[in-house]
């Protein structure tokens, strides 16, 4: 495909598309709603670039073959949606246990249980906070738009292979099937990429390499590599932390949201600062390590904030964490299927100016 | 002709018990490795369970896995680096309890690695637990009775089970009971890397095997075991050998 002008493509094609460009050249994946045109797409593309495409017999298959593509040196990625995503928690954890670079993306949808099909983003616990077993750490990106999803998917490859971590593309039904224009721009990379000195690929010229996640001895064994895994999450946490904020400076409410629901939020801020509403926009980019420092700052020229997500209230946790509690967090959300429309956001900020007397 | 240690196993103390047929079967894969000429070219994938540390005896790469995902782990490793010789070595519990989904797809895929499987007819490195091959009547510890084939079903045979998939190569159930046994346990282990050179497809080798201390017998019983019990319903011989 070449890179001249704009293309509409829906955003799970976005996402193939880009991960194409940067370089990935295996892919497993089980079909899931509402993430079917990635293994669609991408069964159609590796071949045009010489790579592998593998429907997997299960989510589970799916994730172990990309924990042997990524030990064999291969740009690889998986995606799936949530109840999918839950099946490949055992293969993340020992990805990550193995520090081996790979792109998983969970195109959110309605849980617990089978759910349905609509969009969600109740799956932030899973992604931020741990998902599989043992102390472990995604980076995790949160696209708003499809332009941000076809550039963060590529940066998602970079990182990776820069921390040598895991990194979840967490995004919804909402951005994986919605379409608009994206250019489709070359891959640059964004950081000087290490050498994969890791890799299983035979020991000619070389000590046999083991991968593994097993650490019996001596007893300390497990201790270290935990301790390593933690040095690698503090470095990562001090580089890494990307937000966007809009209209903070004078916002007296500050709205906090992520992902498709940040870019509804935008329309909910245009609408109360036509009113007069002096409202902002909190955006974390990465979800993990979280961006803590602007709701810090918000929380001291604020005089509350607004969690909108589309969950019962998860991310909204590590708002409160982030802010130190200083001031009050009101809440919109709810899971299952519901998503607010910039109107709804803006009749409960108007409930929050009525009830709580909002002043300069 | 000197009897020596083939290169591609280390000199390390082993971690198996007396009369177990895991050291048997190291051997003559390193044998293969070496008289293939393969060893800087191969990586194998450990399991979990008592083979779990295979990285302590094999002089190539390795890769340890999650509980039954070796098949998918190689297929991962055999799609990018084609001209590498993948071999996954895989228990009762790993290959036919929880990761029969990825044996049975990698297999029907005709993934070209080379499966050696270990059937002893219990879980070992978790002390002794019923494993899908294990006997009717056979006393593990959570079949202290004796395994019911009414509550409990039949032991899986696994040669007999993947004969039925066209994708795979080839099949071949041997033991290492008796030195006849060992002496074609080889060829076919031997067989079946040979074929993944050739890029002939899936190939597996199930070897029965010993287990002395979860059995509850002396290594000499359990020769016995394997000879006058396990082959009457494992019975030895090639199951598929596709041209």
């Given amino acids: 495909m070449s890179s001249q002008g704009k293309i509409l493509l829906k955003g799970n094609e976005v996402m193939s598309e880009a991960a194409i460009q940067a370089g990935c050249r295996f892919f497993a994946g089980y079909p899931i709603t509402p993430q079917n045109e990635v293994p669609e797409y991408m069964s159609k593309r590796m071949p045009q670039v010489g790579g592998t495409f593998i429907q997997a017999e299960s989510e589970i298959a799916a994730i172990n073959m990309i924990f042997g593509a990524s030990a064999a040196g291969a740009r690889c990625m998986t995606s799936s949606s949530s109840p999918g995503i839950s099946l490949k928690q055992e293969g993340i954890s020992y990805i990550a246990a193995a520090q081996l670079p790979c792109v998983i993306a969970n195109m959110q949808r309605g849980g617990p249980g089978l759910g349905n099909i609509r969009a969600s983003q109740a799956d932030y616990f899973q992604a931020v906070k741990g998902g599989g077993h043992g102390d472990y750490r995604l980076i995790v990106f949160a696209p708003s738009t499809l332009p941000e999803l076809y550039k963060l998917t590529m940066n998602a490859f970079d990182y990776a292979d820069y921390y040598r971590n895991p990194v979840m593309i967490l995004g919804d039904g909402i951005l994986g099937q919605m379409a608009e224009p994206v250019e489709i721009l070359p891959y640059e990379p964004i950081v000087e990429l290490p050498e994969k000195d890791f890799v299983l690929d035979g020991c000619k010229g070389r000590k046999p390499r083991v991968l593994k996640t097993l650490f ?19 470095k990562i946490t001090a580089e890494l932390k990307l937000h966007e904020e809009t209209e903070t400076d004078d916002a007296e409410l500050v709205i906090a949201a992520y992902g498709i629901t940040a870019r509804i939020a935008k329309g909910a801020v245009k609408i109360a600062r036509q009113n007069g509403m002096k409202v902002g926009l909190i955006r974390p980019i990465t979800l993990w390590p979280f961006p803590d420092e602007p709701f810090k700052r918000a929380a001291r020229t604020a005089d509350r904030f607004l969690v909108v997500e589309m969950s019962g209230g998860q991310f909204i946790e590590d708002v409160k964490l982030a802010s130190e509690c200083k001031k009050p967090v009101e809440f919109l959300g709810s899971g299952g299927g519901w998503y607010p429309t ?19 | 002709m000197e009897f020596k240690r083939p290169t591609a196993l280390l000199d390390a103390c082993t971690h198996y018990c007396g009369g177990c047929g895991h050291g048997i079967v190291h051997r003559l894969v390193a044998e293969v490795i070496d008289e293939l000429g393969i060893r800087q070219r191969t990586i194998g994938t450990a399991p979990v369970g008592c083979a779990v540390l295979l990285y302590d005896y094999f002089n190539c790469d390795i890769i340890e896995c999650a509980h039954g995902r070796p098949p998918a782990v190689a297929t991962g490793m055999k799609r990018v680096l084609p001209d590498r010789i993948i071999f996954t070595y895989q228990g009762d519990g790993d290959l036919a309890a929880i990761g029969t989904s990825e044996t049975i797809h990698a297999a029907n895929r ?17 002390g002794g637990q019923m494993a899908p091959t294990t006997m009717i009547g056979q006393r593990t510890t959570t079949t202290q009775d004796g395994r019911d084939i009414t509550s409990e079903g039949p032991p899986i045979k696994v040669c007999e089970l993947l004969s039925s998939l066209d994708g795979v190569a080839y099949l071949q159930r041997v033991a290492v009971s008796t030195a006849k046994d060992v002496i074609k346990a080889k060829k076919a282990i031997k067989k079946a890397f040979v074929n993944q050179i050739e890029g002939r497809g899936y190939s597996l080798v199930e070897v029965l095997s010993m287990c002395p201390t979860d059995w509850k017998l002396t290594p000499k019983q359990a020769v016995d075991f394997v000879n006058n019990e396990m082959k009457k319903v494992f019975p030895l011989g090639v199951y598929k050998d596709k041209k």
Avoid: C
Avoid at chain 1, 222 to 228: E, K
């Fill in chain 1, 216 to 234: 019996l001895r001596p007893s300390m064994a497990l201790v270290r590599h935990n301790d390593l895994l933690q040095a690698s999450y503090k």
């Fill in chain 1, 342 to 360: 910039p109107d709804n956001i803006f009749e409960k900020i108007q409930t929050i100016y009525e009830t709580e007397a909002l002043v300069d």
């Fill in chain 2, 110 to 126: 005709g993934e070209n690695i080379t499966t050696i499987f270990i059937n002893n007819a219990i879980y070992g490195m978790t």
